[in-house]
């Protein structure tokens, strides 16, 4: 049915995807065969289902499933990468550790980044029960999924700082006082700017969001993708350049001990 790979599948596939994040990060010192066989056996199903529901999509087209096939080797390299982001994470100390499950995975992860995800989702829910047809609801729909993008990619982005020690962290971040103050370092402006473009291409879709209704043209389609996908590049960028600039001061902290 299209509307379950067109509709139902793009709605709850930012849930899935930070909830399967959250499952890698949950308990990473356990380390017997039958929690890490789950682990990976979640990872592989959630990849051979979605690419399954692409390649159905579209009539089992052959490039359809070429692109398919090609994209099992990058679900493949995210499975690689989680492992090892684990195996970081699980070398922390343990007050970090503490930390980071208590404020990261369980406040960030679980009740805010799943709790927003959750909250996105009734928009497209409640605009189908209004309308006769599920395409009615595209605006909502594309403008849901650009949010939800952006919440999981920073919600991901929280628990990959996991693998950083929370007295480094604590140092680097950000206080509303020095934003308003002006009062920022070199680092501290990009971290900001970045974070401000991030939050003002989120205010597109949030516009539109609960809006019923297909676009009106191609140009306000366009921009629902175009825009979205600025913000989270930009809170990509700045993630890594706050990583960039973490790992020097651990390297330095490294050679000084």
């Known amino acids: 049915d299209e509307k379950v790979y067109k509709f139902w599948a793009w709605i709850i596939l930012p849930s899935s995807v930070t909830a399967m994040a959250i499952s890698f990060v949950l308990k990473p010192r356990r380390e017997d065969r039958a929690y890490k066989v789950f682990l990976v056996l979640q990872y592989v199903l959630f990849a051979f289902v979605s690419e399954f ?75 189908d029960g209004n309308v006769d047809d599920w395409r009615q609801c595209r605006r909502t ?13 920073f919600t991901l982005i929280k628990l990959l ?15 509303p006082k020095k934003v308003v103050a002006m009062d920022l370092n070199p680092e501290e402006t990009v971290q900001a700017f970045g974070l401000l473009i991030a939050a003002g291409c989120a205010l597109y879709p949030l516009g539109n969001y609960g809006a019923g ?13 175009i825009v979205p996908s600025i913000g989270g590049g930009s809170l990509l960028l700045t993630a890594v350049w706050k990583l960039v600039v973490i790992r020097g001061e651990m390297r330095r902290e490294a050679e000084e001990a």
């Open 141 to 153: 729909l594309i403008s849901q999924i650009g949010l939800s993008g952006m919440v999981t990619l």
């Open 53 to 127: 529901f692409i390649v159905v999509g579209n009539d089992f087209a052959k490039s359809s499933i070429i692109n398919s096939s090609a994209r099992s080797f990058l679900w493949l390299a995210f499975l690689i990468f989680d492992m090892k982001i684990r195996n970081h994470i699980a070398k922390l100390s343990d007050e970090d550790l503490s930390k980071f499950l208590t404020e990261d995975v369980v406040m960030g992860g679980m009740l805010v980044g799943l709790g927003q995800l959750a909250f996105l989702m009734f928009g497209s829910i409640q605009c």
């Open 213 to 225: 209704g297909d676009f009106g043209n191609d140009a306000e389609k366009y921009a629902a993708y």
């Open 161 to 175: 700082s996991g693998v950083v020690p929370k007295r480094i962290l604590e140092r680097h971040v950000i206080s």
